[in-house]
């Protein structure tokens, strides 16, 4: 039950948000073994007056940057998300042709009682 927030720069074409959309769907899929139809994200553009991404750590970023912070269930180990930081990177620089110094990945683990899937309820908890 992963829940994404994208921000990026606004300008991109449609083909190409979708391309990022798509790209996180599978390495969800790929990755942590996510159900079909499992899709929860959202993309938020930013003007480029309203978006930063700095060079710290070693890693030379450009304005093609995309910040994903993934939310999930506090169930996944630390091999699954490398793996997934990995495929995330991996497909994302196939479509559409995001370099990997610029894919900045955050995941934050929520207990199974901090989700309502609808209705009113906690299904997982």
């Not at 942590?32 to 890693?59: K, Q, S, W």
Request: charged residues 25%; negative net charge.
């Amino acid at each position: 039950m992963p829940l994404l927030h994208i921000s990026m720069r606004a300008g991109k074409p449609q083909a190409y948000r979708q391309a990022i959309l798509d790209g996180l769907y599978r390495a969800l899929r790929e990755a942590l073994n996510v159900p079909v139809d499992d899709a929860f994200m959202a993309i938020t553009e930013h003007e480029p007056a309203n978006f930063r991404c700095g060079n710290a750590y070693g890693v030379e970023r450009s304005d093609d940057a995309v910040l994903i912070q993934i939310t999930v269930f506090a169930s996944r180990t630390p091999e699954q998300k490398k793996a997934l930081y990995r495929r995330i990177a991996d497909l994302l620089g196939e479509s559409p042709g995001i370099r990997p110094e610029d894919v900045f990945v955050n995941v934050l683990d929520a207990p199974k009682e901090n989700w309502s899937v609808g209705n009113g309820l906690a299904q997982f908890a």
